[in-house]
């Protein structure tokens, strides 16, 4: 392993955004069955660091460490039904991105990776490898998070069933 382990990295380039306010918020949301946006996000810059190494792909491992970490920085609890939370599917990637650049310097490749990491529920396609590489690992670390969660696979139905407006979600 290069570096040190991968919670060392991504402690050390993203130690800035990790002790952040907006960071330490998302601890109280949840993201994927018990599974905070705070923790999701780490997950998914240690799985990012994994591929990496695992396929010999040379990154910008700062950026996309820093990237994967904002990927989900929206700071909202899109469990609840609201008029602006719906479509948070299509929508998120863009507050969040609007969030990040309020809140942190990012280079053109954090930028991509936030925007673009929902590929392909957003059509945009990534412009750099680390972009492709957090949305494969957030995908990798949804699917872990929710099949792992108690009861996650029945709650997560019910919302998506639920008769309601906008497909589950208000």
């Known amino acids: 392993m290069k570096n040190g382990t991968v919670s060392m990295r991504v402690r050390r380039y ?29 997950h998914v810059a240690c799985m990012s660091l994994l591929i990496a190494e695992r396929l010999h792909v040379q990154v910008d491992e700062r950026a996309m460490v820093r990237g994967a970490l904002l990927h989900d920085y929206f700071l909202y609890d899109w469990h609840i039904s609201r008029k602006d939370h719906r479509w948070h599917g299509f ?14 310097e990012l280079t053109d490749v ?28 957030d995908k990798i670390c949804a699917v872990r998070e929710f099949m792992t969660s108690p009861g996650a696979q029945a709650r997560a139905l019910w919302q998506a069933f639920r008769p309601s407006e906008g497909g589950g979600q208000e």
């Open 14 to 42: 993203g130690g800035e955004i990790l002790l952040s306010e907006g960071m330490q918020r998302m601890r109280t949301f949840q993201q994927h069955g018990t599974t905070t946006v705070f923790a999701h996000c780490v």
């Open 91 to 104: 929508r998120h990637a863009g507050t969040a991105l609007r969030n990040a650049t309020r809140d942190f």
């Open 110 to 137: 954090e930028q991509d990776v936030i925007k673009k990491h929902m590929f392909p529920l957003n059509p945009a396609l990534p412009s750099y490898r680390e972009t492709a590489i957090v949305s494969l690992a």
